[in-house]
């Protein structure tokens, strides 16, 4: 049966734990999503722009020099290539069509690391809406070379300054202005999570990942692979990668969360949490024994979040897929290792998933795995400069 | 006495309910005491306890800062059954409790609602779970003797409000405005009115309005087309205001007393 079901359930996670006053808006949506898939013609724009404007399809890249130093087979897959640098686009062109397609002029978007933010922006530049983005004040600080990208592009970038003042917050506050705007206002969520449909909406957008993905190690390597490896913030580049491999039960899924200072520290939903209901959705949390989301870190900001997509709780839950940590000083590695040995610099997203190799790689030698190479590192120079002056003073 | 018994002898004395909302543990769990028995002396008809949620996604600024502080201050779903508890005795105004689901899930479903009905609660408004999520949740109430309130807004389908209807007990919460507590919102009188009209043709349940309600005047409005009017933001502001002031209590009864028309 396919998934989610009509309530929008992974089996026991999803559902759509909203105020009152969002019910319509979401009725609207999932009715205007299903035309618009029954529609030719949405289909042929949202490739058309996937292809040429964001540089889709994106390669699978064989990792000679990793590999080598591994004792793996690795292939990268290229999100990093795609325009604005993450995967955060494919989502983005897919729900700003459908944001015009529902006839609505104005978006509004949450953000953490601002690469959702800036793809946010980028399609509203595209397609003449306008276009509001949320964003922690903290994470405004970390990220100010996004906050400025999306300034240039337009986009209004509102502060928030509520709770650890992070993804979550910025998610809180636009879920807010939704609730009030209601009525003519597309809200752009950037990952799998969220009330029903949106974690099924992403997850499609995102699933050219894996559909490419698929196609191009059959074409290479003629078998399919052994794991399938990608970081888990709210779940939306490694739910794209997994998907179109969800029947190839020999291909395990790996998704990797971040682990950020320590047990109590970190963003860790699934491996560390305990199953709530945040945003909307049933999923697992970040919480305490009272049913407060706790405060959270990672060194990656686009990870940073209590939460987690229900579907990928549901791949737990049901074991179609293993969910493991990997620490911000881990991360680090991860980020150095892959410069160093292929001259690719990866978002310290994509680094918790790249240092996990190492881990893999201990019991696995061999193994044939695609990692979701999920951005560029560009966005996160400054951070990792200040972590590696930290190191060297000790 | 319960709610149902309230709005009978509301409607006896042909009066309409002032619902005063405060959140618990704001400013502390001390003073949440003293506040809620000031409420009472000041004539409020109904309390709706506001239970601190991490991620209040419904609320505006004067509610979210209030509720960070009584989080800050320790309150849980425990404390305030023991709270409650002890305040019991004295405490005779109907009490329910509004929420989000999560700190609900949490102290388990059957649990929190047999607890807080052993605590005096007597009913339940969770703004964060709609009717299509609230199965068992319902069940349970039943069970436990706990009144379901569900939200009606100006937004909500026709057919989809007919199921609200019959979902909920206790009364039927109108939201005003699309958009969260607080002040300063634009209220639409005569829509809110004409909608309302509507609704009691359907229901006996009483209706009452609530967001962005702070004032006399929109208060004697909302009492002209409905059965009670909700105030949340105004009272929680005016405690922010005021609680460290010498008389504060005194203050606030004269306060709430000063909301409420003849
Ligand atoms: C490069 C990159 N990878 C991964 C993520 C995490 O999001 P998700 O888990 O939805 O893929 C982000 C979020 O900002 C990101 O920018």
Sequence with gaps: MALPNNHGYFGNFGGSFIPETLYSCLEELKKAYARAKKDKSFKTN?????????????????????????????????????????????NSLGQALLAKYMGKKRIIAETGAGQHG??????????????????????????????????????????????????????????????TSVRDTYYLIGSTFGPHPYPMIVRDFQSVIGKEARAQIIQKEKKLPDFLVACV?????????????FKDEKVKFIGVEAGGLSRNLNSASISYGDIGVLHGAKTYVLQDKFGQVKGTHSIAAGLDYPGVGPEHSFYNDSKRGRYVTVKDSEAL?????????????????SAHAIYYLKKLAKKNKGALVILCLSGRGDKDLEIVQSYLDAEKRG | MNIKQKFQ????????????????????????????????EAGVDIIELGIPFSDPIADGPIIQAATAVALAKGA??????????????????????????????????????????QAGACAILTVD??????????????????????FITPVTPKERAKKI?????????YISVTGTTGLGKTLSFTSLARHIKQLKLQTELPICVGFGIHTRKQIERVWNFSDGAIVGSGIVKFIADNHSKRNFLNRLKKYVKSLKPD
Aim: a positive charge.
């Design chain 2, 76 to 117: 849980n779903t425990k404390n305030i059954i023991s709270t409650l508890k002890a305040l019991k005795p004295s405490l005779k105004v109907p009490l329910a409790l509004m929420t989000y689901y999560n700190p609900i899930l949490q102290a388990g479903v059957a649990k929190f609602f047999s607890q807080m009905r």
């Design chain 2, 9 to 40: 002898q509301l409607k006896k004395e042909g009066r309409k309910a002032f619902i005063a909302y405060v959140p618990f543990g704001f400013p502390s769990i001390a003073k949440t005491k003293d506040i809620l028995l000031a409420l009472q």
């Design chain 1, 333 to 349: 590695e991860g980020f150095k290792m892959l410069s160093e040995l292929e001259g690719i610099i990866p978002a310290l997203e």
């Design chain 1, 46 to 90: 949202l490739d058309y722009y996937l292809k040429e404007y964001a540089a889709r399809p994106t390669r699978l890249y064989f990792a000679k020099h990793l590999s080598a130093y591994l004792g793996l087979k690795v292939y990268l897959k290229r999100e990093d290539l795609l325009h604005t640098g993450a995967h955060k686009i494919n």
């Design chain 2, 129 to 150: 779970l709609p009717i299509d999520e609230a199965h068992e949740y319902r069940r349970l109430a039943k069970k436990y003797g706990i009144e379901t309130v569900f």
């Design chain 1, 118 to 179: 800036v793809s946010a922006a980028t399609v509203a530049r595209l397609f003449g809406l306008s276009c509001d983005v949320y964003m922690g004040e903290e994470d405004m600080a970390r990220q100010r070379m996004n906050v400025f990208r999306m300034k240039i592009l337009g986009a209004k970038v509102i502060p928030v300054l509520s709770g650890s003042k992070t993804l979550k917050d910025a998610c809180s506050e636009a879920i807010r202005e939704w609730v």
């Design chain 2, 165 to 173: 209807i019959r979902s909920a007990s206790g009364f039927l919460y």
């Design chain 1, 233 to 245: 913030g709210g779940g939306s580049n490694a739910m794209g990668l997994f998907y179109n491999f």
